[in-house]
Nanobody
Framework: VQLQASGGGPVQAGDSLRLSCSDS????????VAWFRQAPGKEREFVAS???????TYGDSTKGRFTISRDIAKSTVYLQMNALQPEDTAVYHC??????????????????WGQGAKVTVSS
């Protein structure tokens, strides 16, 4: 497994959680990265993306509450999630883009996908 997400778990509405995605083969090295999520019975949804040097994009449902960041030296991507709501319940997947720029929400641009981290938010 190249990309491994961690940090998920059960939380209450209004809580915060930080997900991490480590890259064992350094596929993040010069590439854009992103988080997507998939709730039961729904399509995979774009959460946030980050270019290697610049550029950042958020999905409409997470803008203002979630923050994506990366530690290039550690080859790790983070997703800080604040003010969590039950509708944020999903399996969260990290992804590595084929290119160095901010790849946004187009799933076709992502080459590697991590195993998901499950987040469950109860009201």
């Amino acid at each position: 497994v190249q990309l491994q997400a961690s940090g998920g778990g059960p939380v209450q509405a209004g809580d915060s959680l930080r997900l991490s995605c480590s890259d064992s083969k350094r596929t993040f090295s010069n590439n854009g990265v992103a988080w997507f999520r998939q709730a039961p019975g729904k399509e995979r949804e774009f959460v946030a993306s980050l270019g290697y040097r610049s550029g950042m994009t958020y999905g409409d449902s997470t803008k203002g509450r979630f923050t994506i960041s990366r530690d290039i030296a550690k080859s790790t991507v983070y997703l800080q999630m604040n003010a969590l709501q039950p509708e944020d319940t999903a399996v969260y997947h990290c992804a590595s883009c084929r290119y160095s720029y901010d790849c946004g929400g187009d799933r076709r641009l992502y080459r590697y996908w991590g195993q998901g981290a499950k987040v469950t938010v109860s009201s």
